[in-house]
């Protein structure tokens, strides 16, 4: 009995022991991240339609800025291909002006003030990305003004994000 109650010792201690060690050393595992910053932008065109040179004409386009989340960035609008004055759209021999505003009580002028510097009149839009699609939309007006040839009119106005 006394040899049964041994060898029973022999295995519980055996499963429940563990091995002996003589000896251990330790070091750190570090463990990191890198969140990059990055931002891509879209853009949708303004269109005025037909051109009355009595009234002018509204118009309304889209930027869609997406920008990792918590990153500050400016989104700026240059002076475009026509500048005088004004913005303008061309037909390759006349001209008429148009106005880019960041807000649709118009009274914010979209630019790139303190940046480019191509088109100071108006200012940057400032905002922080959510990681996902911002639509800001481009509020327009062209002017009215003298008369002009027909065709079509265009102008090129170069979108810039900043972070």
């Not at 106005?99 to 200012?123: M, V």
């Amino acid at each position: 009995m006394k040899k049964l109650l041994l060898a029973a010792a022999m295995v519980v201690s055996l499963a429940f022991g563990g091995a002996a060690y003589a000896a251990s050393v330790t070091d750190n595992l570090t463990v990191s991240a890198t969140v990059g910053a990055a931002c891509t932008v879209s853009t949708t065109p303004v269109d005025f339609g037909a051109y009355n040179e009595t009234t002018g004409a509204p118009g309304n386009g889209s930027i869609t800025a997406t920008c990792t989340s918590l990153l500050p960035y400016n989104i700026t609008l240059d002076a475009g291909g026509h500048y005088v004055v004004n913005r303008a759209v061309s037909n390759g021999t006349d001209t008429i002006d148009y106005l880019l505003y960041s807000d649709a009580g118009k009274t914010n002028e979209w630019g790139d003030l303190g940046f480019g510097g191509t088109y100071p009149f108006g200012a940057p839009v400032s905002a922080v990305g959510t990681g996902a699609a911002d639509v800001y939309v481009v509020h327009g007006d062209i002017l009215a003004g003298p008369a002009v040839s027909a065709g079509n009119y265009s102008d090129t106005v170069l979108v810039t994000i900043t972070y």
